[in-house]
């Protein structure tokens, strides 16, 4: 009896320490095992989220998983901004942040469902996007014509914006200030309804990205009055910069980062960063990059990230708190 026993307890020994090994063994699996989801802020078919999906397409090789695009839109980026930031720190759960998010959001909101500083942590830069100001067909060809025109008479033209405190708010009223005019400004939910009013002419000009605002150039809807790089983009190389028009002070983009909740490990984050490095330099990628008219900010370290995200945030949050812009 006492023998058998002796045996059980062996049996109950041997399976224990190998539920054991094998649980260890589980959880030793390396990053990633499973699928992960790249939160997108905003629409489906958006600019933002065609390069995410594109980003995300040249990741899921390097890493052996699937990496899936989720959109979680709403409150200019706010909703999925906070999903990301209130997900588990594993790096299954990531986000595709832009200047609007992680830039604009802290400073024209009182307040946020989360702490940038403390539930964020940047994993990547990816892109630099060069804005460009759209002008309706009615409005004078040149920047220097509209200027002039509305000097002499303000709040005669209005402007378009994604809403109140959104990144092309906030570079309109850059641009307003450095060139002395007063127009009137016309918040919209999204960049797409805007630019269908200006196609329409019932707003004066639009900042946005190229690729946003090509589609009315090319109709005969709009024209390009200026282009926020330093040099003149490869996809609208006949645009010409606001700096070779007597504009060089006014410097008008937007950028793409990958990023991670708060308390993810930095193993984690380095192995993310390090995949990142290598879809950037993909054919595929790069050609959308040059499709939008970008450049790549990569590939750079998860800290190079974070200073970049937080001098931003440095250089225009006081700025948009002493203009008193808000969000609605």
Do not use: C
Not at 157 to 169: D, M, R, W
Not at 197 to 214: C, E, H, K, R, S
Not at 269 to 283: F, G, H, K, S
Request: charged share 15%; proline share 6%.
């Amino acid at each position: 009896m006492k023998t058998l026993k002796f045996i059980r307890h062996l049996h109950f020994v041997f399976y224990f320490i190998l539920f054991s090994v094998l649980s260890i063994t589980v959880t030793a699996q390396p990053f990633p095992n499973k699928p992960i989801n790249l939160v997108v802020a905003y629409p489906a078919g958006s600019s933002t989220d065609t390069l995410a999906r594109e980003l995300a397409q040249a990741l899921t090789p390097i890493l052996g998983q699937s990496v899936l695009v989720v959109n979680r839109a709403g409150a200019g980026g706010v909703t999925g901004t906070d999903a990301v930031a209130r997900a588990a720190p594993d790096g299954y759960t990531l986000g595709w942040g832009t200047s609007s998010q992680l830039v604009m959001n802290p400073g024209v909101y009182k307040s946020l469902p989360f702490d940038i500083n403390k539930d964020i942590a940047q994993v990547a830069l990816v892109i630099k996007i060069p804005l460009a100001l759209a002008a309706a067909s009615r409005v004078p060809l040149t920047l220097k014509e509209f200027v002039v025109q509305a000097k002499a008479t303000p709040k005669k033209f209005n402007y378009g914006s994604a809403g109140s405190g959104s990144v092309s708010h906030v570079m309109s009223e850059v641009f307003l200030r450095q060139a002395g005019i007063d127009v009137v400004h016309v918040p919209y939910k999204g960049a797409a309804p805007a630019l269908v009013d200006l196609a329409g002419g019932q707003v004066d000009f639009v900042i946005d990205t190229l690729i946003a605002i090509g589609p009315f150039v090319d109709q005969g809807r709009a024209h390009i009055l200026g282009v926020g790089g330093d040099t003149r983009s490869a996809s609208r190389p006949q645009a010409p910069t606001f700096a070779e028009q007597g504009f060089g002070e006014f410097s008008a983009y937007s950028w793409g980062s990958v990023f991670a909740p708060g308390k993810t490990s930095s193993a984690v984050i380095e192995r993310l960063n390090q995949a990142i490095a290598v879809a950037m330099q993909t054919p595929a990628f790069k050609a959308r990059v040059a499709q939008v008219g970008g450049e790549l900010l990569g590939p750079d370290t998860a800290q190079a990230a974070t200073v970049f995200a937080e001098r931003e945030r440095d250089r225009w949050i006081p700025f948009i708190r002493k203009s008193g812009i808000v969000a609605e």
